[in-house]
């Protein structure tokens, strides 16, 4: 099972939540799906130890559970950073070197795509049209859009949020 390489940091405290939730979730049927939605609101991601907790009070198999988690992207098996970050790859972006982008933040960071640094301060995840093509290519840090860059000035952006 792929996931996260950094460790896990949950709270007794979000575990009771959790079970909670999906004891009054149980009641349904149907339930795995919402049961997800809430966990990751919960811990930001779904690491395997959420992914368990999910199986067991379900009643259904950890290959069930991580099955749905890796068929739909909303969800993630990666905590997200602090600093979110996002490269169009949209076809107007990617005409325009955002292809370029995102490997160099990739080298810059030194994670892969949907991965968060050991800092937990960056994630880095590729995206789809973010509806800003006339400032292509674009990178989203958070609520900031940054339009019209190279690979060159990708260091001094990333410097703002250290």
């Not at 996931?3 to 575990?15: C, D, V, W, Y």
């Not at 779904?46 to 999910?54: A, D, G, H, N, S």
């Not at 107007?92 to 960071?109: F, I, M, R, T």
């Amino acid at each position: 099972m792929k996931g996260s390489t950094l460790p896990f940091e949950g709270t007794k405290e979000q575990e009771q939540q959790l079970r909670a939730k999906l004891a009054e979730l149980k009641q349904h049927g149907g339930a795995l799906m919402p049961a997800l939605q809430y966990a990751q609101e919960l811990y930001g991601y779904l690491p395997y130890e959420v992914q368990m907790i999910v199986a067991e009070e379900l009643g259904t198999t950890l290959a069930e559970v991580y099955g749905v988690v890796t068929f739909y992207s909303q969800f993630s098996l990666f905590p997200k950073g602090k600093y979110r970050i996002g490269v169009c790859l949209g076809t107007a972006c990617y005409v325009k070197g955002s292809g370029d982008l995102y490997e160099k933040l990739k080298s810059l960071l030194g994670i892969e795509s949907g991965e968060c640094t050991a800092d937990r301060k960056f994630s880095l995840d590729a995206t789809r049209c973010v509806g800003c093509c006339g400032l292509a290519p674009v990178v989203t840090i958070n609520d900031d859009v940054y339009g019209k860059i190279g690979p060159d000035d990708l260091a001094g952006i990333l410097a703002k949020y250290e």
